[in-house]
Every structure is written in structure tokens, then in C-alpha cells.
């Protein structure tokens, strides 16, 4: 193998740990969402308004600053997100009132922010001939995190308490940024043009449309994380047992994250990305019928299938509809667009679920991503997919 195909592994390593530990805090935040309902004595619709808090400020973030990573300021942005990551986790744990715990998941939605576009952007960039792997790769680097956190975090608040999760999160955290070194940046990084607003790319009706598709994801995620903790939580499950689910959920998403990628590069991922994600919006209905927590967990599995195919397919389709040189201004944007789509959707799904159940909620939410799934194919048109590349690895 020669040294241009080497390279980007370690180089990108940096980028995948940053991505997972972020993952761990956001999927930590979520897990423990029931205990923090009960120990602190908030309505459902609070829990949910503290929830869209986050996704607000990571929208906001990723709309104005994602861009300066075409500058060459990811690695400055890599090791900002985690350093604010290590402060919210802090901030959740002395957290006792809404108010606070409201800013705790803004000041998370700022790290997100910030991070995530420089991430999105050196990996794409990286290696090209492999961009659908290695967008694969940072899928599954992102599920591990947000598998393993809220698992871990489930067994410290059991063995310990509330707060224990969230300090040994911050200090994971910070051991990490002192010992990680400045991540590497990309070479391509000073052509960028950071005077342009990153809104200015939606007048291209293929970009737009394959953002709609894409981040239609994130109505089903942005339910699922308001209500998850809190529907087992009232079904009779255990702290670890909610940790637990959100692992079990995960393995399909972190094993088929690379598969994802890659068959999205081999075919252009433009029918992938729209089957696998429809299919999980379908499956996504069940959640409202089925009351045991072994059966929300299969559920929950199959679901995680379509996301775990279409997911990764569909960044890559979207990477495909941006020029290089713009490719952080348009994943802030994608993000952006994720975070608002999620956002809502969570306060919605919180406002439904205190005010008419937990049925409710699993229709509503699937019907409003499959909704939007076909205003994207339809906003895209039959605009051509990107050729085909295959990569070296097959």
C-alpha cells in the first residue's frame, strides 16, 4: 500500500475520536433524561423545551461559523467543541433547576456546532477516492460513542449518582484534549471564500432537495431523543436498562454505517438514502403500539437498520452536491438543517406525549419525516446523481 493510501487513517483518527466523545455526551444527556424528569421534578414539556434548547444553539452555530472550517480552522474548532463538550457535561452536573439544565443543553448545542462541520468537512476531503467509506467510518465512530455513553452512563447513576456520569465525562474529556495534539487540517482548506453566506448555496434545487431528504432523519431522531428515556422510564424500566437500549439500538447503526458509505459511492446513493430511510420512518410507527421494553428495543433494531444504511448514503450523496472549497459552509448547513429538524420535532414529540400519550407521538412524527422525505425528492427533481466512483477498497 502506498503512502498516499496510508495517510488518512491516523490523520483522521483525531476527527473520529472528537465526533464519538461528542456522540457520548449528547447520548449520555439523553439517557439519563427520565431520571433528570424525576429528581428535578419537570413536565415532559420542559424536558422537551430543554432538549430543542440544544438543537437551537447547534443550528445557529453550524449556520454562522461551520464555514470558517474552509478556512482552515477545523483543527481550532475540533478541540473548542470538545473543550465546550468537557464544560456542558460539568454544567448538567451541578444543574438542579430548568433553568439550568436549559443552558447546560445549549452550551452541549454550541460544541455540536462548532465541531461537527470541521469534522464533516477533513473527512470528506481527506482521501476522495474513499469519501463514502470513510463517511461510513465516521458513523460508526459516532454510534460507538453514542452507544457506549449512555451505557456507561446508566451503570455510574446507578452506582453512583446523578452527577457521577457527567464528571467523568468532563474529565474523559479533557484528558483527551490535553493528550490528542492539534488534529491535522486539511490541504485545501485556504481556498474558501468565508465573506459568502452558507444560506446562499440553497439556491442550487439539487442541494436543497437532497438537504430536505436527509436531514428528514432527524424528525424521527429528534422524537426519539425527547421521549425515549422518558416512554421506558414510564413503562418500569431501570437507569442501566435505558443505557443499555441505546446500545442494543446502535449495533446495527455502527455496523452498517461503512456499508452505508461505501454502496452509496458505488450507485450514487440517491435510491438508498430514500428506501432506507422511508423504511425506518415506517417501522418508527410501531413505537406507539407495542408496550413492553423488549419489544420497543426490536423496534428500535429495525428501525436503526434504514438509519444505518441511509444515513451515511445520504451525506455522502449531499457532499457530492458541493464544491470543495465550500464543503464546511454546506455541512454547517446540512447540520444546521439537522439540528432545526431535530429541534422541533423534539418539542413537538415532548408536547404530544404530556398532552396525548405516547401514541400519539409515533404517528405524528413518522408521518412529518416521511412528509418531507418526498418534498426533497420532489424539490431535487431529476436533477443527475453523481457518477459513480469506486474506491480501492472495492
Not at 483525531?14 to 413536565?43: C, F, H, K, N, W
Not at 430543554?50 to 449556520?63: D, E, K, P, S
Not at 423488549?294 to 457530492?320: E, N, T
Amino acid at each position: 500500500m502506498t503512502q498516499r493510501d496510508e495517510r488518512p487513517i491516523p490523520r483522521l483518527l483525531p476527527y473520529y475520536l472528537a465526533q464519538a466523545l461528542g456522540m457520548a455526551a449528547l447520548g449520555s444527556v439523553i439517557a439519563l433524561l427520565g431520571d433528570i424528569r424525576d429528581t428535578s421534578e419537570l413536565s415532559e414539556t420542559r424536558l422537551g423545551l430543554i432538549v430543542g434548547a440544544g438543537f437551537l444553539t447547534a443550528f445557529v452555530t453550524q449556520l454562522t461559523l461551520g464555514k470558517l472550517a474552509d478556512r482552515g480552522y477545523a483543527p481550532a474548532m475540533v478541540r473548542f467543541g470538545l473543550i465546550a463538550t468537557a464544560a456542558s457535561m460539568v454544567a448538567f452536573a451541578f444543574s438542579d433547576s430548568f433553568w439550568e439544565f436549559l443552558l447546560a443543553r445549549a452550551v452541549l448545542g454550541v460544541a455540536v456546532g462548532i465541531a461537527q462541520p470541521a469534522v464533516r468537512r477533513t473527512v470528506i476531503l481527506a482521501d476522495q477516492e474513499n469519501t463514502g467509506r470513510n463517511i461510513g467510518r465516521l458513523g460508526m465512530t459516532e454510534v460507538i460513542g453514542f452507544a457506549l455513553g449512555p451505557a456507561i452512563a446508566g451503570l455510574l447513576a446507578e452506582a453512583g449518582s446523578l452527577d457521577l456520569p457527567f464528571f467523568v465525562l468532563a474529565a474523559t474529556i479533557i484528558v483527551v484534549v490535553l493528550t490528542m495534539g492539534m488534529p491535522e487540517a486539511d490541504d485545501k482548506a485556504q481556498s474558501g471564500d468565508d465573506s459568502m453566506s452558507s444560506l446562499e448555496l440553497l439556491r442550487d434545487p439539487r442541494l436543497l432537495g437532497t438537504l430536505v431528504i436527509v436531514a428528514s432523519e432527524f424528525i424521527l431522531i429528534g422524537g426519539y431523543e425527547a421521549v425515549w428515556a422518558v416512554m421506558l422510564t414510564d413503562l418500569g424500566a431501570k437507569t442501566w436498562q435505558i443505557g443499555v437500549s441505546f446500545t442494543i439500538f446502535a449495533i446495527p447503526l455502527g455496523a452498517l454505517a461503512p456499508l452505508g458509505g461505501a454502496w452509496a459511492q458505488r450507485s450514487g446513493g440517491l435510491r438508498l438514502t430514500i428506501i432506507a430511510l422511508g423504511s425506518s420512518a415506517v417501522v418508527a410507527f410501531l413505537f406507539g403500539v407495542i408496550d413492553t421494553l423488549s419489544g420497543l428495543v426490536v423496534v428500535a433494531l429495525v428501525a436503526a437498520i434504514g438509519s444505518g444504511l441511509g444515513f451515511p448514503a445520504g451525506l455522502y450523496l449531499f457532499s457530492q452536491t458541493a464544491a470543495d472549497e465550500r464543503q464546511a459552509a454546506a455541512q454547517g448547513l446540512m447540520g444546521a438543517t439537522e439540528v432545526l429538524f431535530g429541534g422541533l420535532s423534539a418539542v413537538l414529540a415532548a408536547w404530544l406525549y404530556d398532552a396525548h400519550g405516547r401514541a400519539t407521538v409515533w404517528v405524528v412524527v413518522p408521518i412529518l419525516m416521511l412528509g418531507l422525505l418526498l418534498i426533497g425528492v420532489a424539490v431535487r427533481g431529476r436533477t443527475p446523481v453523481p457518477a459513480p466512483v469506486v474506491s480501492r477498497d472495492g
